[in-house]
């Protein structure tokens, strides 16, 4: 850094020139002007947390816009319905049953949102912000901002796109109903943060079983299909697929509706209407072709104007202007005060009673022993149950995901030997609970007894399982 400024010192003292010029301005023009009409019209600062990109794409395809819900409902089989945010405060459990009655009779609808919403017959949106320490998991090092792989038997439905970024994501929890055949296309890790959403659905599908109905996708990520975020990782093209197992082709409009409010098309907004039509201007049209004398006079005169003209003198001496007479005093204050701390502080440390106290190190106890001292051995041990089930099934699956360790047990249940035996049944039961311990968690206390006694079940599976 300072080798270049050395280099070009002029380059660099117009930098901090200038920025210290914003500065000033920033604090003597800081009173903001009423917004004009055009401004007010045409908000443009939140255009990367809005969905017209994704609103474009359904449009583009030829579909209508649809005013309201209500029109959507009269022809399912050629509507669709795409929910994004919040949802209306007055959305009751009738509503949720029109838009059931709707995906069965072929209609298509995607719910995204990372608001509490519970739709009876459809699932269960959590808040988040769903978290990992996992840095393989996290996106540019951020805890919150999750980068999580399409499922293996999702590739199919998501062609061509292996990853999905979040952004402060909650998670999904599909209803166990009959109607409604759920398929998991991207889940969380199950190390995740808060616990219950381990392994749940981030991005889910679901199909109705007969032929004639249709299906529903649920985003526990609203922004997941936002301007902003269209361009990391893969996230454009989970969009376009979304788009297209909406668009079916008997498919002729579609009602968005974005945080409780229909949109209109994304044509009628004012500013896709700012831009101007482009010239017609034929190709054949002459244009007059300035002399050769006459173009090198005027870029003489402009050289000429530039080099007698002292840009950097006219700024400085323009600004900064009608700066109050208070912010003189206001830096002279604090100049004085910070001269008088630093004498105070260097007054300080010259005495030797002002000096810190050597104080010899003494053994601690761990925060185990206090707590079995004060009589609370008998604590709730859920957390570490938890924590030694995941480490004990990673050990006998070399994997971290859930629906491993349950197709682990569910192939050694399947083995005709371990049926008979009574003993075997008890070994069957034990690796069920750990495996059910680790995949969800403990929901009730468990003290320290059942704690030893869930290490001895494990010691003993270890032994059996994974010596063998």
């Not at 808060?194 to 922004?223: E, F, K, N, Y």
Request: glycine share 6%; proline share 7%.
């Amino acid at each position: 850094m300072l080798q270049a400024m050395t280099a070009y010192p002029s380059r660099y003292l117009l930098f901090f020139l200038l920025v210290g010029w914003a500065l000033v301005a920033e604090e003597t023009y800081g009173q903001a002007a009423p917004p004009s009409a055009a401004s007010t019209a045409a908000p443009v600062s939140n255009w990367p947390f809005r969905h017209d990109m994704f609103q474009m794409l359904l449009e583009e395809r030829g579909l209508r816009v649809l005013p309201d819900l209500s029109q959507s409902y009269t022809s399912p089989r050629t509507s669709i319905v795409v929910i994004i945010g919040a949802l209306p405060r007055q959305f009751s459990n009738s509503d949720w049953q029109r838009l059931i009655d709707f995906v069965r009779h072929g209609g298509t609808l995607l719910v995204a949102s990372d608001s509490p919403v519970r739709g009876p017959g459809f699932g269960t949106f959590y808040v988040g912000p769903v978290k990992t320490l996992a840095a393989e998991n996290q996106y540019q090092g951020f805890d919150d901002c999750l980068k999580l792989p399409v499922r293996n038997d999702a590739t199919e439905t998501l062609a061509n796109a292996r990853y999905v970024v979040t952004n402060r994501s909650g998670w999904f929890e599909p209803n166990p109903v009959s109607w409604l055949n759920w398929q998991t296309l991207v889940d969380l890790p199950v190390d995740c943060q808060p616990g219950h959403a381990s392994a749940q659905p981030l991005l889910a599908i679901g199909r109705v079983g007969t032929q004639s109905g249709g299906l529903a996708i649920a985003a526990a990520d609203a922004s997941l299909l936002s301007n902003g975020m269209l361009w990391h990782e893969h996230n454009a093209v989970v969009a376009i697929r979304i788009a297209e197992l909406l668009c079916t082709p008997d498919k002729q409009q579609f009602v968005f509706l974005s945080d409780a409010r229909a949109l209109g098309s994304y044509r009628d907004r004012p500013e896709m209407q700012a831009a101007s039509p482009p010239l017609d201007i034929p190709d054949d049209l002459p244009l007059p072709q300035p002399e050769l004398d006459k173009a090198l006079r005027l870029a003489n005169a402009v050289i000429q104007e530039v080099e007698q003209t002292n840009l950097m003198n006219e700024a400085l001496a323009a600004h900064p202007r009608g700066i109050p007479r208070t912010r003189y005093y206001r830096a002279a204050i604090i100049g004085l005060g910070c001269v008088l701390l630093y004498f105070f502080l260097r007054f300080l440390f010259s005495q030797r009673q002002g000096r810190a106290i050597y104080v010899a190190p003494r053994p601690m106890q761990a925060a185990f022993q206090i707590r079995g001292r004060e009589g609370l051995a008998g604590g709730d041990f859920r957390n570490s149950a938890a924590y030694v089930a995941r480490e004990f099934c990673f050990e006998l699956t070399g994997s971290t995901r859930a629906a491993d360790w349950q197709e682990y047990l569910s192939r050694w249940v399947a083995d005709p030997a371990q049926r008979t035996d009574q003993r075997e049944l008890q070994v069957r039961n034990n690796l069920a609970r750990i495996i059910d311990i680790a995949s969800r968690g403990c929901h009730a206390p468990m003290t320290r007894i059942e704690f030893q006694m869930l290490g001895r079940s494990i010691q003993s599976l270890r032994q059996r399982l994974v010596a063998s």
